[in-house]
DNA sequence: GTCTATAAAGAGATAGAC
DNA sequence: GTCTATCTCTTTATAGAC
């Protein structure tokens, strides 16, 4: 994973992933049937956690705009906890059958939010004057962006950066 | 630019580029060196037009808040006019010495952005309860995310999409 | 389960004719 | 300025010994 995330999936040799593992490309294959089946399973890690979220119980009651919330939180969670896999999700272009599948399933992960924010501007909780898929782009382009700079070693903590995600989506920048 | 953002750069062969060019790959080495020198006319193209809006009028003189306005409004006009230059300049990894001046080029350009979120939370039109760096990142990642789903064709005009990010960006989705 | 050796295909790039 | 043919290197993947 730490590999596929340095030099992009695609410009990644399979030698190259068996001498960061200390093996031989044989010994890899012997584990794994081909480069794009740990493609595979990475994204299909990565989808489940986010899937999880939307079973969990707080995202199923409540409020449109308290459960968007809570998913908001636990998908910042999501990210840093499983951020190689989530990195390499959002780096898919759908060049094969493996990547067009995720790119499917993510579009309908991206579908059951709208709906959530939909109903949150339905309920008054979240401004209608924006078009709730162009809210929910924008807001998770926020979200998914963390993968780019957000390291688990660094000073701020996930429960920290999830605060700051939902103060400036929320409440934004602005002082009043 | 079309196929290498469809594909990637790492997963497009320069027999692609030349077929979607109705050319043979040898005439497309006639007018450039390399496949990666394409890449780096691309990049450069991308980043001297971000430069550029630093280098404006409104981003040079007034409030700090309001160069930071004006000049996030402008890096989303960057981006719609020159969709495919930056999808490909935000894709970049590192992988060669090209992509890597790229990279510190817009760590630069970032560090400015910075630089200006925090003169603004000094004379209090930006929050300072968020650290100038992160405010930065989550405003700039929701900006660039732009360029994985906006298409011209679409509904929505570059000026419109820019009013929706200064919007949320600065006054957040929830309503008071 | 690991290895060395190698197959088969495709990559970026060039030679040289027209 | 375009082409066909080709070079050289690297790629993913496999064969088969240990």
């Known amino acids: 994973m730490q590999v596929f995330i340095e030099h992009g999936y695609d410009a990644t040799s399979v030698s190259s992933l068996a001498e960061r593992l200390g093996l031989s490309k044989s010994a890899l294959y012997h ?15 990565a989808m489940g956690s986010l899937e999880a979220v939307l079973r969990e119980p707080d995202a199923t009651v409540g409020s449109a705009g308290e459960r968007l919330e809570h998913v908001l939180r636990r998908a910042v969670r999501v990210l840093v906890d499983k951020l190689p896999f989530v990195t390499l999700l959002l780096r898919v272009r759908g060049n094969s059958e493996v990547e067009r599948s995720a790119l499917e399933r993510r579009r309908t992960f991206d579908d059951q ?24 782009r924008l807001l998770f382009g926020m979200v998914n962006s963390i993968v780019e700079w957000y390291r688990p070693a660094g000073p701020e ?4 950066l999830a605060d700051d995600v939902l103060a400036v989506a929320l409440d934004g920048l602005r002082t009043r």
């Open 31 to 45: 584990h794994y049937a081909s480069k794009e089946r740990l493609l595979e399973l990475a994204l299909d890690e």
């Open 113 to 136: 939010i709208t709906v959530l924010v939909r109903a949150a501007q339905a309920e008054g909780s979240v401004r209608g004057d924006i078009r709730a898929a162009v809210a929910t």
């Open 157 to 160: 903590g996930a429960a920290e």
